[in-house]
């Protein structure tokens, strides 16, 4: 689990400038790769962090993070039952 640019833990490290989706992503391609971990194959995001994985996995498709990444196999995003019942308008019981 990664806590994104100035959330959590995250706040103690001086990150560069834009606060944006498109570095968020960058965050995470940058962590992988300077752990050493195998690429993901699946990203999960919950709320905005669904946007930074799509981000990344676009970017991954397009080359962003260098041409020998493979797009993620599975990207998932998780939204609250109160809002997926709003916008799907379904009843929760």
Known sequence: MLDMRNHGKSTERELNPPHNIE???RDLADLVKAEGWPWPEVV?????????ALQFAESCSRGGYGHSVLSPKQVSLLLSIVIASYIFNIGIQ
């Open 44 to 52: 999960v995001g919950h709320s905005m962090g669904g946007k930074v």
């Open 23 to 25: 570095s968020a992503a």
